[in-house]
């Protein structure tokens, strides 16, 4: 189950009043001294920002620091927001977070009207915290990084971004209750303010399919409706709370649910259908152990008073096998025929991609449809046939087809005759065209020969529109050749390769 999407890690810049300002920034709210030692300090605190001179500077900055303290204490100022709000200003300027997030509280309890205010210089201490924690998490010293990101939060805690990263840091190390308890403060943040709409859509997502991958299912459909309510066309997560009513044993929902995103289909683009229908085929449960539920009705059929004979136990739990094996090969036909249908739309929009061509193979192997698993096969042969999996997916198809010798050849291309396995691991879209990533292994126990390999990046239509090679030396056995290839063009939707 794919988790945690759009999580690239940014560093920060903090916002225009920058404590290394040479000039004196006014408070943005109606705040007044009130009290000439306030007063006072607000006077070196100017003085302090104004001047070029650094032993000025630091005189300044004492004196405010020694008259804004005695205002707070003999002077009797604990309850004038703007002692506060100006020691706040103090402790940015010699860029002590902790004490501004201190002495900022005590002001916006104080005085309400100036939180916009307050949340700027919060700020321009929260930026280089935060940045301290991707700087860590780049390197990836883990605890260091939720330790930087734990006290940005401190400081802005109306900022979702850390809570979002410090929720995926957990969850890349395994600490799921934690991510689970993150990411859903995290949504909750940004659902307060419009401008964080797209973190709010991020960490639904990610919060949801958590949720589902750790059976905590209603969870998980409270949190897929809250991102449907917000984007109600996101067919991969309308596909994901069909997954969950499915789950939950609610058929009758999943279905509703998956036959909605079909007829949505013209609307929504090949990768959209594609994701439905994995995500209706995944939904499908594991192929009950009919063997278990026989054994137990034999033992049981055994113990009964007056005795059976075995004519009649053999009947009796016969029945209850194929029943079994009858109800899962109904409801499953029903799921994997959805599925196909969604597959079959992605396909019909980009015949060449591979992923949806696998998936579509896997899907009529389910319904025991042979002639299309065959077909499929082909296909993703033709795209590509130098891959371990493409490869068994046609042993498969032909298995089902009843043709065992095509069955044994395709089984020992793949087990021991392969010259070497190609894997394309990336296909991502750039401004100018895809960046592609793969690997090229020798699975043999003797060395490969040098390979020369032809692809060709097609769009939608099956129009050629870049050709790249990819030369590979030969491999000793278990060895890897990387390749990486940036094919320009617009409209590249496929990938296809050949052997020279």
């Not at 859903?184 to 964080?196: C, S, V």
């Not at 990610?206 to 059976?215: E, M």
């Not at 020969?449 to 939608?460: D, G």
Request: hydrophobic residues 40%.
């Amino acid at each position: 189950m794919r988790t945690v999407r759009n999580m690239a890690v940014l560093m920060l810049v903090a916002a225009p009043l920058l404590a290394q300002s040479p000039k004196w920034a006014a408070a943005k709210c109606d705040i007044k001294p009130a009290h000439y030692l306030v007063n006072s300090g607000l006077l070196y605190l100017q003085s302090a920002s104004n001047t070029r001179f650094e032993d000025q500077k630091a005189k300044d900055l004492r004196d405010a620091q020694r008259v804004l303290t005695q205002a707070l204490t003999s002077g009797n100022q604990e309850k004038n927001p703007a002692a506060w709000y100006y020691l706040g200003r103090y402790y940015i300027l010699v860029n002590d977070a902790q004490g501004a997030d201190t002495a900022f509280a005590h002001a916006e309890a104080l005085k309400p009207d100036c939180k916009d205010d307050i949340a700027t210089w919060r700020r321009v201490v929260w930026v280089p915290t935060f940045n301290a924690g991707v700087a860590a998490w780049q390197a990836n010293n883990t605890d260091s990084a939720i330790a930087s990101f734990r006290r940005a939060n401190a400081m802005l805690p109306n900022e979702p971004t850390g809570f979002k990263y410090m929720a995926t840091l957990f969850f890349n190390t395994g600490q799921t209750d934690s991510a689970l308890f993150y990411f859903r403060k995290a949504a909750n943040i940004a659902g307060t303010n419009p401008k964080f709409a797209q973190d709010r859509k991020d960490v639904l997502f990610n919060l949801g399919r958590i949720q589902q991958s750790v059976q905590k299912l209603a969870e998980a459909e409270s949190t897929y409706r809250e991102y449907l309510a917000l984007y109600p066309n996101d067919s991969e997560v309308l596909a994901a709370l069909g997954s969950v009513a499915m789950q939950r044993g609610n058929k009758d929902s999943a279905f509703a649910i998956y036959k909605q995103i079909i007829a949505r289909g013209d609307s929504m683009g090949y990768y959209a259908l594609y994701r439905a229908g994995v995500e209706i085929a995944q939904s499908v449960p594991e192929e009950p152990d009919t063997a278990a539920a026989g054994s137990s009705c034999r033992s049981t059929a055994r113990a009964a008073r007056p005795a059976l004979t075995p004519a009649r136990i053999r009947v009796r739990c016969d029945s209850v096998t194929t029943g079994i094996a009858k109800a899962y090969i109904a409801s499953s036909r029903q799921a994997f025929s959805l599925a196909a249908q969604a597959l079959d739309a992605s396909l019909r929009l980009n015949p060449y991609y591979r992923e949806s061509l696998i998936h579509r193979a896997n899907t009529a192997l389910g319904m025991r449809d042979s002639v299309t698993a065959l077909a499929m096969s082909r296909r993703l042969l033709a795209v590509d046939p130098m891959n371990r999996t493409s490869i068994r997916i046609m042993a498969f198809s032909q298995q089902q087809n009843g043709k065992i010798d095509s069955t044994l050849h395709y089984l020992r291309i793949g087990d021991s005759t392969l010259v070497a396995e190609v894997a394309v691991s990336q296909f991502d879209s750039t401004d100018l065209g895809r960046d592609v990533k793969g690997t090229v292994t020798n699975t043999r126990t003797t060395a490969s020969p040098p390979l020369k390999l032809i692809f060709e990046f097609v769009n939608l239509a099956g129009q050629v529109v870049a050709t790249d090679t990819v030369q590979v030396a030969a491999l000793q056995p278990t060895q890897t050749h990387a390749f990486e290839l940036k094919p320009n063009g617009i409209g590249i939707a496929a990938w296809r390769y050949r052997k020279e």
